[in-house]
């Protein structure tokens, strides 16, 4: 499967989850949230310290997203994108995107063991969606 394949099966999920949604508007984790939001598609942050973000309620880990979410965006740094693969796998998620700095060789070989659809290559759903700071 190449980059855009894996691309468009990410997209194809009817809902997305966002792994280290943050309230600050300038971090990465928010932007990825407000991406989605920009584009039309249903996205859930994820944040064990937050109840809302940009509007959305928020849940606090991987295993409270709701069933139709195939794909999780990881905004988190590399130990804990390592460390939450394991419940990513035992929800059924299909697809992970790592964003620019979340991932790590160790993190890809464990989705890669559970036949998860891995991004880790340096893209950027930011640049590929276009999104755009208002």
């Known amino acids: 499967m190449d980059s855009r394949e894996q691309i468009d099966r990410f997209l194809a999920s009817p809902a997305f989850g966002v792994v280290g949604a943050s309230s600050k508007r300038e ?4 932007k990825v949230l407000r991406c989605y939001m920009q584009k039309g598609y249903r996205a859930i942050p994820v944040n064990p310290n937050e109840r809302e973000i940009e509007g959305i309620g928020c849940v606090a880990q991987i295993s409270d997203l709701p069933a139709e979410v195939k794909s999780i965006s990881m905004i988190t ?6 460390q939450l693969i394991p419940a990513a796998a035992a929800k059924g998620i299909e697809n992970i995107w790592m964003q620019p700095g979340a991932e790590s060789q ?13 991004i880790a290559d340096g893209s950027c759903i930011l640049v590929v969606l276009g999104y755009h700071e208002h």
């Open 106 to 118: 160790a993190a890809v070989e464990l989705c890669r063991k559970n036949n998860i659809n891995v």
């Open 77 to 82: 740094p590399p130990a804990v994108t390592e």
């Open 27 to 30: 971090k990465y984790g928010n």
